[in-house]
């Protein structure tokens, strides 16, 4: 009887979290099915509310994704670190480029950079050793 009411408790307490979670989230006026897997939250803290479009948010993702591929084609035999820093300089000029006026800050331009890395395909041959 106490594991029954337990379980009620806890399927009350869930479905109360995910209101209020749909609450914030409509506080903030996200819409979720703009927002790219989390990524246009990230980006969209660092910018000004009248720069915090889809528009701007999609130039970004390129601007990061070609980046990205320029420095895994272009410096194949090397550390991931240092791809990291190179693909951050050439991005930070890239969105530089794009004439926002507040910055974005570096470890969400790192964070999109991983996961654009991460969305390449292999370049190894799967038998390392």
Known sequence: MVQI???YVLVILLVVGLGYLAYLLKDKKINIKDDYFGLAYAILNTLKSDEATSANIKKIIRAVSE???????????????????????LIRESIDALGFESPIDESSIRYLIRIAASMLPP???GNQK
């Open 123 to 125: 370049t190894h041959d």
């Open 67 to 89: 980046g990205v591929k320029f420095v895994e084609d272009n410096y194949k035999n090397v550390d991931n670190a240092i791809k990291e820093e190179e693909a951050l300089k």
């Open 5 to 7: 009411i337990i379980q």
